[in-house]
């Protein structure tokens, strides 16, 4: 089990994020980027999922992430 922090950037602040969430591996992270991305309504927000090293693995923006719905099958 690994561990991500989930954030929602607007700019460069984080106005939302979800700490030490465990997942099985980082393909596990795209629902729940989708999910993230479906309540943001600000423009401009961006997902950032970090690893427990604090390396991001993942930056996109939201409008782009509730676009692309298949992401979540990419688990």
Request: no cysteine; proline share 3%.
């Given at each position: 089990?690994?561990?991500?922090?989930?954030?929602?950037?607007?700019?460069?602040?984080?106005?939302?994020?979800?700490?030490?969430?465990?997942l099985d591996d980082s393909r596990a992270?795209?629902?729940?980027?989708?999910?993230?991305?479906?309540?943001v309504d600000a423009p401009g927000c961006r997902i950032r999922v970090r690893e427990q090293q604090g390396d991001t693995i993942i930056?996109?923006?939201a409008t782009a992430a509730r676009r692309y719905p298949s992401l979540a099958a990419a688990r």
């Open positions: 089990m690994q561990y991500y922090d989930f954030e929602v950037l607007q700019g460069d602040d984080v106005i939302a994020a979800e700490r030490s969430v465990a992270a795209w629902p729940r980027v989708i999910g993230m991305a479906k309540t930056l996109i923006g």
